[in-house]
């Protein structure tokens, strides 16, 4: 029987297999602590390797889908197979077209959900780049004299404080007087 072989379920695990699954854990782990950091501190770049982790997820998950689409015409034979599958008994009993139909929206649901999550993540990665762009052209206007593009554009900038401050303050007469 096909749907009886579970090699994975029923082979032991191996220090290696072990090591992998604690590599991959505390990997992803990282990712989302970095995730967390970039978007509380301001710094886009601390994105990117998760935004790159949910794509990759988002495309396996897609490859998983057509391959279960393999499936659909047997569904109910590898519903069957599933030993602790909950409502295994109702799905077995649903018609086959609507059982289809259940699968195939779990599906896209699945997928348009984890869509979202990723326009969630690419929105906040935009929104900080931005913020970042601003930061860094405000830090870059400071006032610097005596350069040669200086002259051009000292005087479409706003004086200095300290030259406000020193400046007398004039008395203005009130036409409503």
């Known amino acids: 029987n096909y749907y009886s072989l579970n090699?994975?379920?029923?082979?032991?695990?191996?220090?290696?297999?072990?090591?992998?699954?604690?590599?991959?854990?505390?990997?992803m782990f990282a990712i989302t602590i970095m995730l967390v950091y970039g978007a509380a501190k301001g710094r886009s770049s601390y994105l990117m390797p998760?935004?790159?982790?949910?794509?990759?997820?988002f495309c396996i998950n897609c490859?998983?889908?057509?391959?279960?689409f393999s499936y659909i015409p047997d569904i109910k034979g590898w519903i069957a197979?599933?030993?602790?599958?909950?409502?295994?008994?109702?799905?077995?009993a649903m018609d086959?077209?609507?059982l289809m139909l259940?699968?195939?929206?779990?599906f896209v649901t699945i997928l348009t959900i984890k869509a979202y999550l990723i326009g969630v993540v690419w929105a906040c990665y935009k929104y900080l780049t931005s913020y970042e762009r601003t930061l860094s052209s405000a830090l870059t206007r400071g006032y610097q004299a005596n350069t040669p593009s200086s002259e051009d554009t000292e005087m479409l900038l706003?004086?200095?404080?300290?030259?406000?401050?020193?400046?007398?303050v004039a008395q203005t007469s009130d036409p409503t007087q």
Do not use: H
């Not at 259940?102 to 779990?106: R, V």
């Not at 706003?158 to 007398?168: G, L, R, W």
């Open 7 to 27: 090699w994975a379920r029923n082979r032991p695990w191996t220090n290696e297999d072990k090591f992998i699954c604690m590599l991959v854990t505390g990997g």
């Open 50 to 57: 998760f935004f790159c982790l949910q794509v990759f997820d």
């Open 63 to 68: 490859l998983t889908v057509v391959g279960y």
């Open 81 to 92: 197979s599933q030993e602790d599958l909950p409502y295994k008994e109702e799905l077995l």
């Open 96 to 98: 086959d077209d609507w």
């Open 102 to 106: 259940l699968a195939i929206l779990l």
């Open 158 to 168: 706003p004086p200095k404080y300290e030259d406000v401050i020193s400046m007398p």
